[in-house]
C-alpha cells in the first residue's frame, strides 16, 4: 500500500516524535506492514501501516515497548500525544517506532551458519525476557491461549489444501497434539516467526531484533522451529548445525533439554502454520509483501511447508533430542 507524504506528516504529528525534518524514503514492505523512514529532531523513527487487527498489532508493541525497556535491542514504539500505541485513519492502521540501523544475514547459509551459536544464545535470553511478560500482560484477543496450535486447528478446518498427504497427517497431529503434557513444556510470550531475517546488524553488532508482529503465547518450542525451518536445521545433512544452534540456546534459556522429546511434533506444528497460512493467503488472493502481483506465488509457501513436514516425518520422534547426547 502506498501511503502519500501528507499521510505520513500527519500520522507523524500525532506521535510524540518531535518535530518532523524529512520523509528518508520508504522502506521494504512485509507480509503485514508498508514502512516508511522518517527523521525528526528527535532521531530517526518509522512510520508503519499495518495489515493486521487493531488488538494484534497493539499486542505487538506492548512486547517491542517490553523488550526495549528491559535491555533487549528492538525497534521501542513511539506512544500517541494521547498515550496510545497504535493511531487509526480512513486509510490504515498506524505506528510509529524507532528505526533500526544496518541488515540482516539471511542467505546463504555459509553466511548464516557462523552466526547459529551466536542466534541461539540470543534466542535463549528473549525467551528469559519474554516469560516475565505474564498471561495477565495479554489481551486474549491478540493470540493468548494457543497460539500456533489454535491456528492449525481453525485454518486446517478452512484452508487445508487438495492433498492426501496432508489431510491424512493433519488427523494424526491433532490426535498427538492432544497427549501434549502442558505442564511440562515451558510457555511465555514468543516471537512466533523468528529467524535470521529478525537479527539486524551493522558494522558486526547486533543492532536489534525485529518484527514482533506474530508474539503471542505458546510454547517456547515453537521459536525454535521457526528457526530450525529459516536455517534449514532439519535437513539429515545438517545435524552438526542443529547441535551447534541448540547448544548456545539451553546455555541461556529458561527451558530444559527434556522438552526437546517434544520438538517433532511442535515442528509439525510449524509446517502446518507455514502450509495453511499461505494456503489461505493463496485463497484469499493477497499479494501484500509478495515479490511479484500474482497470488499464486503464495503456493511456493504451502510446498516448502508440505516438504518440511515429509522431511520431518522420516526421523524417530526422539530424534531432535537424541542429537545432542
Not at 120 to 133: I, K, N
Request: glycine letters at 8%; charged letters at 25%.
Amino acid at each position: 500500500m502506498v501511503i502519500d507524504e501528507a499521510s505520513i506528516r500527519l500520522v507523524a504529528e500525532n506521535f510524540n516524535i518531535g518535530k518532523l525534518q524529512r520523509i528518508v524514503r520508504p522502506l521494504d514492505s512485509g507480509f503485514q506492514s508498508d514502512n516508511y523512514h522518517i527523521q525528526t529532531d528527535q532521531g530517526d523513527f518509522v512510520v508503519r501501516v499495518v495489515h493486521e487487527s487493531a488488538e494484534s498489532v497493539k499486542f505487538a508493541m506492548q512486547v517491542h515497548e517490553y523488550l526495549a525497556d528491559h535491555g533487549i535491542k528492538t525497534p521501542k514504539p513511539a506512544r500517541t500525544s494521547g498515550g496510545e500505541l497504535t493511531y487509526s485513519r480512513e486509510d490504515g492502521l498506524f505506528v510509529v517506532q524507532t528505526f533500526i540501523p544496518g541488515a540482516d544475514i539471511y542467505e546463504p547459509l555459509e553466511a548464516v551458519d557462523p552466526l547459529l551459536p551466536f542466534y541461539g544464545g540470543q534466542l535463549g535470553q528473549l525467551h528469559r525476557v519474554l516469560l516475565t511478560m505474564t498471561k495477565d500482560a495479554m489481551s486474549k484477543e491478540a493470540g493468548g491461549g494457543g497460539g500456533h496450535i489454535s491456528y492449525v486447528h481453525g485454518a486446517g478446518a478452512k484452508y487445508m489444501p487438495d492433498d492426501e498427504y496432508v489431510r491424512a497427517e493433519y488427523t494424526r497431529w491433532r490426535e498427538e497434539i492432544e497427549r501434549v503434557p502442558e505442564d511440562e513444556l515451558t510457555s511465555g510470550v514468543i516471537h512466533g516467526d523468528i529467524g535470521p531475517k529478525d537479527f539486524f546488524f551493522q558494522n558486526g553488532e547486533l543492532t536489534g531484533i525485529m518484527d514482533f508482529n506474530a508474539a503471542h503465547f505458546s510454547y517456547l518450542l515453537l521459536d525454535i522451529a521457526s528457526m530450525m525451518m529459516y536455517c534449514e536445521l532439519t535437513r539429515p545433512d545438517r545435524t552438526e548445525q542443529y547441535r551447534t544452534f541448540m547448544s548456545s540456546y539451553l546455555t541461556t534459556a529458561p527451558i530444559r533439554r527434556e522438552e526437546l522429546r517434544w520438538l517433532h511434533l511442535i515442528l509439525r506444528t510449524r509446517w502446518f502454520v507455514q502450509i495453511f497460512y499461505h494456503q489461505y493467503r493463496y485463497e484469499e488472493r493477497i499479494t501484500q509483501g509478495l515479490d511479484s502481483e500474482d497470488a499464486d506465488e503464495n503456493l511456493e509457501g504451502v510446498t516448502d511447508g508440505i516438504h518440511l513436514l515429509r522431511v520431518t516425518n522420516t526421523f524417530p520422534l526422539d530424534h531432535f533430542y537424541r542429537l545432542l547426547d
